[in-house]
C-alpha cells in the first residue's frame, strides 16, 4: 500500500512539473524586458518563424512592424499570469499587461488581456501566437 501511494504521489509531481511554469514565466519576463526595450530584432525571435502577434504572422512581418514604432519611447511594461496550463510541448499562458509609454510627447497608461501559445523547441520555449486585448 505505501509503494502505490507513493508512486500516486510522484505521478502527481512530474504532471504539475513546477519546473515548466517557471521556464514559461521566465520567459514571458525576458519578453517583457525586450518589450520595455523596444528591442525590435530581439522581440520578433522570441516567436517561432510562422509565429503570431495578432493579426501579424511571421517572425519577419512582426520585426518589421515593431520597428515602425519609431516614436515610441516604452517607460514600463509589466505582465502578470493568471493561469498556465501545458499539453506536451506546448504552454497556454494567460494574462494582463500594464504599460506606460510616450507617443508623439503624450504619455499613455495603457492596459489589458493577453494569450500566449508556447511552444518548446529542445530548451527554449517560443510564442507561437500571442493575443492582446487593451481595456
Not at 8 to 27: Q, Y
Not at 44 to 56: Q, R
Amino acid at each position: 500500500m505505501t509503494k502505490g501511494v507513493i508512486l500516486v504521489g510522484l505521478v502527481f509531481l512530474i504532471s504539475c512539473n513546477p519546473d515548466r511554469t517557471i521556464e514559461i514565466e521566465k520567459a514571458m519576463k525576458t519578453y517583457d524586458n525586450l518589450i520595455l526595450r523596444m528591442d525590435a530584432d530581439s522581440i520578433a525571435e522570441t516567436y517561432t518563424v510562422d509565429g503570431k502577434l495578432d493579426n501579424i504572422i511571421g517572425r519577419d512581418s512582426i520585426r518589421r512592424f515593431l520597428k515602425t514604432f519609431v516614436d515610441v519611447k516604452v517607460l514600463d511594461y509589466q505582465s502578470w499570469t493568471k493561469s498556465i496550463i501545458f499539453v506536451g510541448d506546448t504552454a497556454k499562458q494567460e494574462g494582463d499587461y500594464q504599460q506606460k509609454v510616450v507617443v508623439n510627447h503624450d504619455t499613455l497608461n495603457l492596459k489589458g488581456q493577453y494569450w500566449t501559445t508556447w511552444i518548446r523547441d529542445k530548451r527554449k520555449w517560443y510564442i507561437q501566437k500571442m493575443t492582446t486585448s487593451p481595456e
